[in-house]
């Protein structure tokens, strides 16, 4: 006989309930006034889709600021990581943004916006 594998309990098609918080931290451009963090987190609120809808957020997902330019996100349900950093490149890009800033995921669940590292190799000319 085949092993038998326990069915999670539930009606058809559920998720188990899963909580997941992830952290969008824009603190470096946030200080240099070239990112507005309150448009970003109304982005998100009308950009967020849950269960194929725009604008269905309810109790599942909870957008906050934290701190000095951070943005908490906590879902209640199955969530990627990937999905808000596309969010915050349409935002970057929308905002004619996306030339100077880009988006780095620096552990599990946190992402962070960081300027291009722009490195001249020609010294400058003095004329004397």
Do not use: C
């Not at 058809?12 to 899963?18: D, L, Y």
């Not at 997941?20 to 603190?27: D, T």
């Not at 009308?46 to 909870?62: F, Q």
Request: proline share 5%; no cysteine.
């Amino acid at each position: 006989m085949a092993p038998q594998t326990q069915k999670p309990s539930g009606p058809k098609g559920k998720q188990p309930k899963v909580t997941q918080k992830f952290i969008i931290n824009a603190a470096q451009p946030a200080n240099d006034k070239i990112f507005d963090l309150a448009a970003y987190e109304k982005f998100l609120h009308d950009r967020i889709k849950v269960d194929g809808r725009v604008g269905n957020l309810g109790d599942n997902v909870e957008i906050s600021q934290i701190g000095d330019g951070k943005i908490q996100i906590i879902t209640h349900l199955p969530f990627s990581g990937r999905y808000l950093k596309y969010l915050t490149k349409k935002f970057l890009k929308k905002h004619q943004l996306r030339d100077w800033l880009r988006v780095v995921s620096t552990s599990k669940g946190v992402y962070e916006l960081r300027f291009y590292n722009v490195v001249n190799d020609e010294p400058e000319e003095e004329d004397d």
